[in-house]
């Protein structure tokens, strides 16, 4: 079975960055779809940022794009999402997950669907503050 343990977060002040690590044990991350998702107080869950296995195409959901980055590092297991330019509305209990299909299949079947992914990490927590 995979674990995941996601890390990085903090309090921030509106305009700064933090960056989360989501590191994988159990098994190889590189085989799966990564996505992180967020949980804001009082909202669902949603995704946000997703890197594919093999090829590291990426995938960020418009309110987050330009200011989020995910990347891989494979030989730590690890994936990344650099956050810049952070928001209090970016205040939530953020989590990775992951799922063994390719990001172009995610996306045309849905990529929000939490059912979808077969291990997900504990979240840590992002507040930012104005």
């Known amino acids: 079975e995979v674990q995941l343990q996601a890390s990085g977060g903090g309090s921030v002040q509106a305009g700064g960055s933090l960056t989360l690590a989501c590191v994988a044990s159990?098994?190889?991350?590189?085989?799966?779809?990564v996505a992180w998702f967020r949980q804001a107080p009082g909202k669902e869950r949603e995704g946000i940022s997703f890197?594919?296995?093999?090829?590291?195409?990426?995938y960020y959901e418009d309110f987050v794009k330009g200011r989020f980055t995910v990347a891989r590092d494979n030989a730590e297991n690890t994936v990344y999402l650099q956050m810049n330019n952070l928001k209090p509305e970016d205040t939530a209990v953020y989590y990775c997950?992951?799922?063994?299909?390719?990001?172009?299949?995610?996306?045309?079947?849905?990529?929000?669907?939490?059912?979808?992914?077969?291990?997900w990490g504990k979240g840590t927590q992002v507040t930012v503050s104005s």
């Open positions: 997950a992951i799922i063994k299909l390719d990001l172009d299949q995610l996306i045309r079947i849905g990529h929000n669907q939490r059912s979808l992914y077969n291990f």
């Open positions: 890197i594919n296995r093999g090829n590291r195409d990426t």
């Open positions: 159990g098994d190889t991350i590189s085989h799966f779809t």
